[in-house]
């Protein structure tokens, strides 16, 4: 049997994934960086980290969706051609992304082993901590680890966006309608 393969747009499970994903890292983000409007302590402030351990545990699982999806569909090509050095570059943009999607979470995952604090989710489940002796120094460590690879996602999030919107609307090229629900 073949399958119908749509040679104009990303698969349409890419796709969603692709969408689905930026809002998870949007909203992952935004939860961590707003918990510090409440005192130390309080339950929102509990809350919102709760919220962003299990966003973040979310983008772990569905990046590898992502790359099966990946593997599974041919890339639709860019009409017209780029030059050589902006595929390059941004083949390797797209790959620290999906790099930065696997370590972030899995640097979460070693500050809070590290920390020795047993982690309840929502809904009563719980985070299964990594085998690390616990250690106020080990936990700090990857926190800093954790953060300067957030802070460096952001830089290379915004290129990426900034770039689909210049291929768009100057370049004129179709980089970003692939990435577009579309017909046909
Ligand atoms: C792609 C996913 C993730 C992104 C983009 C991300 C991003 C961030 C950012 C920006 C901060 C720093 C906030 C600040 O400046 O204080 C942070 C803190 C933190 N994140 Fe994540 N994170 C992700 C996934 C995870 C996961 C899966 C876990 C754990 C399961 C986790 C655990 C933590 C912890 C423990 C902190 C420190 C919180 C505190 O200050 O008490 N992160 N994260
Ligand atoms: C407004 C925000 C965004 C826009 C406009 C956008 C646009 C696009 C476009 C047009 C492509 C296709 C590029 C190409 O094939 O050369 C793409 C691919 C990709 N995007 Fe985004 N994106 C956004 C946000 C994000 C975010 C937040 C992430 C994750 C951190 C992300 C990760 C990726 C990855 C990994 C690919 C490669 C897909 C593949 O495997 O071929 N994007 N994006």
Redesign the pocket.
């Known amino acids: 049997m073949t399958t119908h393969q749509n040679t104009r747009h990303?698969s349409p499970g890419?796709i969603t994934l692709?969408?689905l994903?930026?809002v998870l890292?949007?909203a992952a983000v935004a939860a961590i960086e707003f918990k510090d409007i409440y005192p130390k302590g309080s339950a929102e402030r509990e809350w919102l980290k709760t919220v962003h351990f299990m966003l973040g545990t979310s983008i772990f699982i569905l990046v590898w969706l992502?790359?099966l999806a990946?593997a599974l569909s041919t890339?639709?090509p860019?009409t017209p051609a780029?030059p050589a050095w902006q595929?390059t570059f941004?083949?390797w943009?797209?790959?620290a992304?999906?790099a930065?999607?696997v370590a972030l979470p899995v640097l979460g995952w070693l500050v809070l082993s590290a920390s020795g604090k047993p982690v309840t989710l929502l809904w009563g489940l719980h985070m299964p901590l990594l085998p690390l002796t616990a250690s106020r120094d080990t936990a700090l460590w990857f926190k800093e680890i954790h953060e300067t690879g957030a802070t460096v996602?952001y830089g290379?999030?915004a290129l990426?966006?900034a770039?689909?919107?210049v291929?768009?609307y100057f370049q004129h090229d179709n980089?970003?309608?692939?990435?577009?629900p579309g017909r046909g």
Do not use: K
């Open positions: 990303f890419s692709h969408w994903m930026a890292l949007v992502r790359l990946r890339t639709p860019i780029l595929a941004s083949h943009v797209q790959w992304l999906y930065l999607m996602g290379l999030v990426h966006s770039a689909a919107l291929h768009h980089t970003l309608l692939r990435m577009l």
